[in-house]
């Protein structure tokens, strides 16, 4: 068996659904997940059946991280532009700040107009993560040549999106954006197939625009697995929620398009790990890595450990395994198994 050591990976957009929503994931289960798909540091969304928006919402979620998590976790805080008093207080317990500016999940999208407050009120440095589609680009362009704060743009889907990202870094602006793994190996067409199972958002685009953001890679700064657990029960009801799991399957598919000959190691390497941590601050420890098993294999449903027990690639044929996990020296996961403790997980602010 051919073994690659990679650093630990790093994904700074994830949904673990917890407090609230923990029939579909919690903090054990969905750090469980990262660590079988290679992840020892995940940022967590606030789009929570109680959105975190407040102070104490925050904490009742770290607290409950504190007990559950056995990977290294740090969150993004939520803001419907009405909660500015909060900024200061959690300022030092986050690693960014997350606006809706679509209809998704939670259904917690601001008012495009109070876009340019909020960039003025969100104090010091940390991220501003922008789930921001195409048809809000140019407000989006505004605000930031207006308040040139530090901004990612989320799950970047299509031709336009990336070269509307491409354009503003051209202007100088202080931006980066990353493209999720079902973007890059789904299309329309998959999503015809899949029916619910393909239902996130942003959609999935044609094979024109995915070649255009493969063709594009540079341009991209990182892949994000916007995992984003649902029940099948609630995807097969009448009404499908928005979203896909993710974090289990990013690195085989990833590693696949690179022995495909469609990435380097190097470029992997800058989209799963370097980059995440440059762009989120985040501190990387050379006794946190991962040993993957190079063989080729089938992705199963049955064997993955997020609660909701589903993938969109289930059945496709795959390189690499997670074989084992360190976390700061300690093993953590080794053939299919966390071996860490609950809470073990460092916190991160
Ligand atoms: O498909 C999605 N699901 N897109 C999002 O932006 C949110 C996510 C979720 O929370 O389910
Ligand atoms: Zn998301």
Same mark, same amino acid.
């Given at each position: 068996?051919?073994?690659?050591?990679?650093?630990?990976?790093?994904?700074?957009?994830?949904?673990?659904?917890?407090?609230?929503?923990?029939?579909?994931?919690?903090?054990?289960?969905?750090?469980?997940?990262?660590?079988?798909?290679?992840?020892?540091?995940?940022?967590?969304?606030?789009?929570?059946?109680?959105?975190?928006?407040?102070? @104490?919402?925050? @904490?009742?979620?770290?607290?409950?991280?504190?007990? $559950?998590?056995?990977?290294?976790?740090?969150?993004?805080?939520?803001?419907?532009?009405?909660?500015?008093? +909060?900024?200061?207080?959690?300022?030092?317990?986050?690693?960014?700040?997350?606006?809706?500016?679509?209809?998704?999940?939670?259904?917690?999208?601001?008012?495009?107009?109070?876009?340019?407050?909020?960039?003025?009120?969100?104090?010091?440095?940390?991220?501003?993560?922008?789930?921001?589609?195409?048809?809000?680009?140019?407000?989006?362009?505004?605000?930031?040549?207006?308040?040139?704060?530090?901004?990612?743009?989320?799950?970047?889907?299509?031709?336009?999106?990336?070269?509307?990202?491409?354009?503003?870094?051209?202007?100088?602006?202080?931006?980066?954006?990353?493209?999720?793994?079902?973007?890059?190996?789904?299309?329309?067409?998959?999503?015809?197939?899949?029916?619910?199972?393909?239902?996130?958002?942003?959609?999935?685009?044609?094979?024109?625009?995915?070649?255009?953001?493969?063709?594009?890679?540079?341009?991209?700064?990182?892949?994000?697995?916007?995992?984003?657990?649902?029940?099948? +029960?609630?995807?097969?009801?009448? @009404?499908?929620?928005?979203?896909?799991?993710?974090? +289990?399957?990013?690195?085989?598919?990833?590693?696949?398009? $690179?022995?495909?000959?469609?990435?380097?190691?190097?470029?992997?390497? +800058?989209?799963?790990?370097?980059?995440?941590?440059?762009?989120?601050?985040?501190?990387?420890?050379?006794?946190?890595?991962?040993?993957?098993?190079?063989?080729?294999?089938?992705?199963?449903?049955? @064997?993955?450990?997020?609660?909701?027990?589903?993938?969109?690639?289930?059945?496709?044929?795959?390189?690499?395994?997670?074989?084992?996990?360190?976390?700061?020296?300690?093993?953590?996961?080794?053939?299919?198994?966390?071996?860490?403790?609950?809470?073990?997980?460092?916190?991160?602010?």
């Amino acid at each position: 068996m051919s073994i690659l050591t990679l650093p630990g990976l790093i994904d700074p957009h994830v949904h673990l659904r917890d407090p609230g929503q923990t029939h579909k994931e919690d903090f054990y289960s969905g750090t469980s997940a990262a660590l079988a798909g290679g992840y020892t540091t995940v940022l967590d969304m606030p789009n929570n059946a109680e959105p975190i928006t407040t102070l @104490e919402r925050l @904490e009742a979620k770290i607290a409950s991280a504190k007990k $559950q998590t056995v990977a290294d976790i740090g969150f993004n805080f939520g803001t419907l532009g009405d909660n500015f008093d +909060e900024f200061t207080k959690v300022i030092d317990k986050v690693s960014g700040l997350k606006i809706y500016m679509n209809v998704t999940t939670g259904n917690f999208k601001i008012d495009a107009n109070k876009l340019i407050e909020i960039y003025k009120a969100w104090p010091g440095s940390k991220t501003i993560l922008l789930h921001a589609e195409d048809d809000v680009s140019e407000i989006v362009l505004k605000t930031l040549a207006a308040v040139p704060k530090k901004t990612h743009i989320c799950h970047v889907s299509s031709q336009a999106e990336l070269e509307f990202v491409m354009r503003a870094k051209e202007k100088g602006l202080p931006i980066s954006c990353g493209v999720t793994p079902h973007h890059l190996f789904l299309t329309d067409k998959d999503a015809e197939r899949l029916g619910p199972y393909g239902h996130m958002k942003p959609f999935l685009k044609s094979a024109k625009d995915q070649k255009f953001l493969w063709d594009h890679l540079d341009a991209v700064d990182l892949i994000e697995s916007d995992h984003a657990p649902h029940t099948k +029960e609630e995807k097969d009801s009448a @009404e499908p929620p928005f979203g896909v799991p993710g974090l +289990e399957t990013t690195l085989p598919l990833m590693l696949t398009a $690179q022995a495909e000959g469609k990435l380097t190691q190097k470029q992997l390497l +800058e989209k799963l790990h370097s980059n995440p941590a440059k762009i989120f601050g985040l501190v990387t420890d050379d006794t946190t890595k991962v040993e993957v098993d190079m063989s080729e294999r089938t992705i199963k449903n049955e @064997e993955l450990l997020t609660k909701c027990g589903w993938s969109p690639f289930a059945g496709r044929r795959v390189v690499g395994k997670v074989q084992a996990v360190y976390l700061h020296g300690s093993k953590v996961f080794e053939d299919g198994k966390v071996l860490a403790q609950p809470g073990s997980g460092q916190i991160i602010a």
